[in-house]
């Protein structure tokens, strides 16, 4: 079975900082880009952030820019994805959520073969 599993989520203040990892589990995502989207109450899934399968192909949304950091980690059989978050703003509070795609980096969530259950970040002002 394949899996996404995000963790690190939770609750903090703004200027604060979190950092969420997402582990793969099912099959190797070791030639899959890696992505991170969010999505706040009443709003769409938004891009945030993508790194290629070899990591030298990184894609930020405007808003995060400067702020997050995705990284990632190849290990035999899983690869673990984190998004480092600093500088947090509230209108960062959204679910984000992990995602996989064996085409390479994209910005839509509908290029994306593979999603995380998701993990809920709150900044509070």
């Known amino acids: 079975q394949v899996q996404l599993v995000e963790s690190g989520g939770g609750l903090v203040q703004a200027g604060g900082s979190l950092k969420l990892a997402c582990t793969s589990s099912?099959?190797?995502?070791?030639?899959?880009?890696m992505s991170w989207f969010r999505q706040a109450p009443g709003k769409e899934r938004e891009f945030v952030a993508a790194i290629s399968w070899h990591g030298r192909t990184i894609y930020y949304a405007d808003s995060v820019k400067g702020r997050l950091i995705i990284t990632r980690g190849d290990a035999k059989n899983t690869v673990t994805v984190y998004l480092q978050m600093n500088s947090l703003k509230p209108a960062d509070t959204a679910v984000y959520y992990c995602?996989?795609?064996?085409?390479?980096?994209?910005?839509?969530?509908?290029?994306?073969?593979?999603w995380g259950q998701g993990t809920q970040v709150t900044v509070s002002s």
């Open positions: 099912g099959r190797t995502f070791s030639t899959y880009a």
């Open positions: 995602a996989s795609n064996r085409a390479g980096v994209a910005r839509r969530p509908d290029e994306y073969d593979y």
